[in-house]
């Protein structure tokens, strides 16, 4: 098990006692993001543009305030939705305002803040290497199997093929291993990378993933190879109607030294419920309204077929 001081955000700030691991979704933050703004939005940073204008009436907002929450909302989901866009880190909204009133104009416009942290690669070249990385990928994906067999396919090849970036983990700031194009071309990750690569991978399958992010409780972080201030980032996935939790990072251990341990693919973490999941971490609040997991009958079985290969 390990952890980067970066790989998670919005972590609780109180003691364990005071905080529930599976937190409540606050009503103020709960604003539902406008499909039309986020079908613009994306299409925007699919095709690497920096801004974007639409027309304010799709929103239904009639202040500056409610369009920019708006905007905000849209922003949000979008990243949730799309590891793949890792190159926008931000956006910053503006409109024109008419008359005495301050009524919206009929436009606002939308500035992306593109990430700089990539060394002079070009995100249109970065993107092309990681689609092309996942198609090859997924031609050894079992794509007439159930989602079951996709979702553990592609646990399995993160887990074999990805390499714990320790040297990243120590490094402050968004770096190449928190993102799903470090996972799949750089085969090097720290726990948001494996999450976003996890996410993206199983949705060019059809199979819906969510990532979700929050802190490993203090009483479990003596057990962890590296230090951190415990931020983390794992994965739910829907499979035949339940859901479960999936952490990639925690079935990829690395020894006492940072190195990894090498061996049969284990499956701790892999479709485990909230029992499970939240001994260990407290969820972010804005991953609150994720599907509560309850069923550990999958795991079972991985488990169980584990100790039986490795009794051979």
Same mark, same amino acid.
Request: with cysteine; charged share 25%.
């Given at each position: 098990?390990?952890?980067?001081?970066?790989?998670?955000?919005?972590?609780?700030?109180?003691?364990?006692?005071?905080?529930?691991?599976?937190?409540?979704?606050?009503?103020?933050?709960?604003?539902?993001?406008?499909?039309?703004?986020?079908?613009?939005?994306?299409?925007?940073?699919?095709?690497?543009?920096?801004?974007?204008?639409?027309?304010?009436?799709?929103?239904?907002?009639?202040?500056?305030?409610?369009?920019?929450?708006?905007?905000?909302?849209?922003?949000?989901?979008?990243?949730?939705?799309?590891?793949?866009?890792?190159?926008?880190?931000?956006?910053?909204?503006?409109?024109?305002?008419?008359?005495?009133?301050?009524?919206?104009?009929?436009?606002?416009?939308?500035?992306?803040?593109?990430?700089?942290?990539?060394?002079?690669?070009?995100?249109?070249?970065?993107?092309?290497?990681?689609?092309?990385?996942?198609?090859?990928?997924?031609?050894?994906?079992?794509?007439?199997?159930?989602?079951?067999?996709?979702?553990?396919?592609?646990?399995?090849?993160?887990?074999?093929?990805?390499? =714990?970036?320790?040297?990243?983990?120590?490094? /402050?700031?968004?770096?190449?291993?928190?993102?799903?194009? &470090?996972?799949? !071309? %750089? #085969?090097?990750?720290?726990?948001?990378?494996?999450?976003?690569?996890?996410?993206?991978?199983?949705?060019?399958?059809?199979?819906?993933?969510?990532?979700?992010?929050?802190?490993?409780?203090?009483?479990?972080?003596?057990?962890?190879?590296?230090?951190?201030?415990?931020?983390?980032?794992?994965?739910?996935?829907?499979?035949?109607?339940?859901? =479960?939790?999936?952490?990639?990072?925690?079935? /990829?251990?690395?020894?006492?030294?940072?190195?990894?341990? &090498?061996?049969? !693919? %284990? #499956?701790?973490?892999?479709?485990?419920?909230?029992?499970?999941?939240?001994?260990?971490?407290?969820?972010?609040?804005?991953?609150?309204?994720?599907?509560?997991?309850?069923?550990?009958?999958?795991?079972?079985?991985?488990?169980?077929?584990?100790?039986?290969?490795?009794?051979?």
């Amino acid at each position: 098990m390990h952890l980067s001081e970066s790989d998670g955000q919005h972590q609780p700030q109180s003691s364990e006692d005071d905080v529930p691991a599976r937190p409540q979704k606050q009503e103020a933050d709960s604003t539902v993001p406008n499909e039309e703004l986020l079908a613009i939005m994306r299409e925007a940073a699919m095709h690497f543009e920096k801004e974007f204008e639409f027309e304010t009436a799709i929103t239904e907002c009639s202040t500056s305030d409610q369009l920019f929450a708006a905007v905000y909302a849209a922003f949000e989901e979008m990243q949730r939705r799309n590891p793949e866009l890792f190159w926008i880190s931000g956006v910053h909204p503006s409109v024109t305002l008419y008359g005495d009133n301050a009524e919206l104009g009929q436009t606002a416009k939308v500035d992306f803040n593109f990430r700089d942290a990539f060394s002079g690669m070009q995100p249109e070249e970065m993107f092309r290497e990681m689609k092309q990385e996942a198609a090859r990928i997924l031609e050894s994906a079992p794509k007439t199997g159930s989602d079951y067999e996709k979702a553990l396919f592609v646990h399995d090849y993160l887990v074999e093929h990805t390499a =714990y970036d320790l040297q990243g983990s120590l490094q /402050d700031g968004f770096q190449l291993c928190h993102t799903a194009y &470090g996972a799949l !071309v %750089k #085969h090097s990750a720290v726990c948001m990378g494996y999450a976003a690569a996890y996410q993206y991978l199983l949705r060019e399958l059809g199979v819906h993933c969510m990532y979700a992010s929050g802190t490993v409780k203090e009483s479990a972080r003596s057990s962890l190879s590296l230090q951190s201030d415990g931020g983390h980032a794992w994965n739910c996935v829907e499979l035949d109607g339940e859901y =479960y939790w999936v952490d990639v990072t925690w079935d /990829d251990p690395l020894d006492k030294n940072g190195q990894e341990i &090498g061996g049969p !693919v %284990k #499956h701790e973490y892999c479709f485990v419920d909230d029992n499970k999941i939240f001994e260990t971490r407290i969820l972010s609040e804005e991953y609150a309204d994720l599907p509560v997991c309850q069923s550990m009958k999958l795991n079972d079985q991985l488990m169980e077929a584990d100790r039986k290969n490795a009794g051979k």
